[in-house]
Nanobody, 122 residues
Framework: QVQLVESGGGSVQPGGSLRLSCVASGLILSDYGIGWFRQAPGQEREGVIAMHKDGTRYYSNSVKGRFTISRDDGANTVYLQMNSLKPEDTAVYYC????????????????WGQGTQVTVSS
């Protein structure tokens, strides 16, 4: 059974940093594309950052230069490093895997974690 478990969310002041983790079981992350998505209250889920299994990265314009994605194959874990956080980054963050043709499009992904809350506020 495939399971993705996110952790690392929390509350942080504007300008701060957080690192989210997504641990996978039941599949090998390096065989899949990986995406991080977020959903704020009343808004649609949006793609934040994604990585093809060959390591190619894709970024939403809203996070380019501030967020990075990395993968630890030994730990079967993907990370989302978020720097220079802004109040508009507040959302529930999800990791997902699949073989997306459009890397930042949520419908392209097959497996999802349960999400972790990130709140950016002073």
């Amino acid at each position: 059974q495939v399971q993705l478990v996110e952790s690392g969310g929390g509350s942080v002041q504007p300008g701060g940093s957080l690192r989210l983790s997504c641990v996978a079981s039941g599949l090998i992350l390096s065989d899949y594309g990986i995406g991080w998505f977020r959903q704020a209250p009343g808004q649609e889920r949006e793609g934040v950052i994604a990585m093809h299994k060959d390591g190619t990265r894709y970024y939403s314009n809203s996070v380019k230069g501030r967020f990075t994605i990395s993968r630890d194959d030994g730990a079967n874990t993907v990370y989302l490093q978020m720097n220079s956080l802004k109040p508009e980054d507040t959302a529930v963050y999800y990791c997902a895997t699949g073989w997306p043709k459009i890397p930042l499009y949520p419908a392209e992904y097959d497996y999802w974690g349960q999400g972790t809350q990130v709140t950016v506020s002073s």
